[in-house]
């Protein structure tokens, strides 16, 4: 599995012969202090490498097919120290396919008030030279980010590290195996889609392996893995239950599902409580730990929420929040205090935990096996966002919602599994509204860890529809917006 520290980003500045070697040089050494100095601030969360300069049309697109064939490579950030003529651009872009930053910025923060000569102009126009870089871009319709700023302000920066984030998710997408253990819950709608349209859309490979298949490897975990595995548990976990054999058997779907997940390289999974064939508890605790480590899940064989899940927790890697898997369950109504529960069967991943989680075994109402090992826990305050990616036939439409996570108001001490509350954005029942408008899914991922504008660009980049629902949306707007978006997406 590869990590932030493993992507680097292509720093390629435009320019041409018109200035003289002099002002070639100059660029090119300012350019390599510029990303020098921007992996020096600890704000980029991968490295940025000064490439070239691009003067020639030929070295546009050699840059570009580089760019394209390097494995490391996770996007590349262009900027026009000087003017660059985009004609000599053209090409090259029209064969761009990685992420793609036009940052705007310029070598100096402020106008040398005596300094200021045509020479000084000639080196530094980046005003003028990113406008006629930024046009062809635009005049392509190429999905690409734009930041403006100084690249010393550290907002600006962190910017760009945000949007670095971005592009490793698409490559990740671009990457992503997801393993069914059995298929979809029977009958439910929201969970299905076109599997064949998500691999060609978002590279996505889902599919299947049978449960017997994962009983094999369950049957075949040592006591000494599920002994090693327990003092984990005892170190990270308090146990609130006498029912150890419970417990153990999770360790050992959790060894066995990563087995399997590693040796097929899959990111992601998904079971359902309808195809246990021969496993004695449904995953609760064992598919709560592998999303702690990294892994997408999603229940009731729902594979997008998985998927998006992996996406979501790679784009967020050593940030502290959480990302989760998620459920809308049940609504707090009472006027002043209108809040969505989120919880799931089992399977809410700890990393969302305000304190230490409870290893505790109950009963589970359906699935007819045996109780269940999972981790109980309130999630912790803060704003998140939750995330659906919904099949709306022929296309893929992401779903986003502001929302702000509190405190669960009420202990709930029968509620036997991880809870969270929020308010939706930009208020319960308005929120809702929107929401089912949308077509929004029950399962959702939540994260603090990634935000909205960054899921925008990600849906950009991987050319699906995004409708974000903020404390400015209103059921009027949204309806419009649907509307006019059915439209393009069918010119599309
Ligand atoms: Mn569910």
């Known amino acids: 599995m590869k990590t932030l520290k493993d992507y680097e980003f292509w720093f390629v500045v435009g320019s ?15 350019a390599q202090e510029m990303a020098d100095k921007m992996n020096a601030t600890g704000l980029l969360p991968c490295k940025i490498v000064y490439k070239t300069t ?48 036009h940052f705007a910025t310029q070598y100096n923060e402020s106008i040398p008030d005596k300094g200021i000569d045509m020479d000084f102009m000639n080196l530094n126009q980046a005003a003028h030279g990113d406008r006629e870089h930024g046009f062809i871009a635009a005049r392509l319709r190429m999905p690409r980010k734009i930041i403006a700023g100084y690249w010393k302000d550290k907002t600006v920066v962190g910017r760009i590290g945000d949007w670095m984030r971005v592009a490793v998710g698409v490559d990740v997408s671009r990457n992503l195996k997801v393993m069914r253990f059995g298929d979809n819950m029977r009958n439910v709608a929201v969970t299905e889609g076109d599997k064949v349209g998500v691999q060609e859309k978002l590279c996505w490979q889902v ?14 975990v040592t006591d000494a893995e599920v002994d090693a595995l327990m003092k984990e548990y005892k170190k990270l976990y308090t146990f609130n239950t006498k029912n150890i054999d419970s417990v153990r058997y999770q360790a050992k779907e959790e060894i066995a599902m ?22 004695e508890q449904l995953p609760g605790l064992a598919s709560q730990r592998l999303m702690a480590q990294g892994y997408g899940y999603g229940g009731e064989g729902d594979w997008k929420v998985s998927a998006m899940t992996a996406v979501v ?3 967020g890697e050593g940030k502290k929040g959480g990302t989760a898997f998620m459920e809308d369950y049940t609504y707090e109504l009472a006027k002043g205090k209108e809040y969505s529960l989120g919880a799931h069967m089992l399977e809410v991943c700890p990393s969302l935990a305000a304190a230490k989680p409870k290893i505790e075994v109950h009963p589970l109402g359906i699935g007819g096996k045996a109780d269940p090992a999972r981790l109980v826990f309130e999630g912790h305050p803060g704003d998140a966002i939750v995330l659906s990616l919904v099949d709306m036939g022929g296309r893929y439409r ?12 009420y202990k709930m001490p029968n509620l036997p599994v991880a809870r969270v509350m929020w308010q939706a954005m930009p208020n319960l029942t308005t929120g809702v509204e929107c929401w089912i408008q949308a077509g929004g899914a029950h399962h959702t991922v939540l994260t603090f860890d990634v935000s909205a504008e960054q899921m925008a660009d990600w849906a950009r980049i991987m050319g699906i529809e995004f409708v974000h629902i903020t404390k400015d949306t209103t059921p009027e707007s949204l309806e419009k917006e649907l509307f006019l978006a059915d439209l393009a997406w069918k010119l599309r």
């Open 54 to 101: 691009v003067k020639t049309p030929e070295e546009a697109t050699d840059t570009v097919k580089a760019a394209n064939f390097d494995g490391r490579c996770a996007g590349v950030i262009t900027w026009c120290h000087t003017f660059s003529p985009s004609k000599m651009w053209l090409n090259g872009l029209k064969l761009l396919q990685k992420p793609y930053l």
């Open 207 to 220: 599919n299947t392996w049978p449960v017997g298949k994962l009983v094999e490897y369950i049957d075949a």
């Open 313 to 315: 927790k790679a784009m």
């Open 16 to 30: 041409q012969f018109l200035y003289g070697p002099e002002v070639l040089d100059t660029v090119a050494k300012r």
């Open 398 to 409: 992401l779903v986003c919602q502001d929302i702000k996570v509190v405190k669960p108001i």
């Open 258 to 279: 990563k087995k399997m997940l590693d040796a097929e390289g899959c990111m992601a999974f998904t079971n359902t409580f309808e195809d246990l064939y021969g496993m």
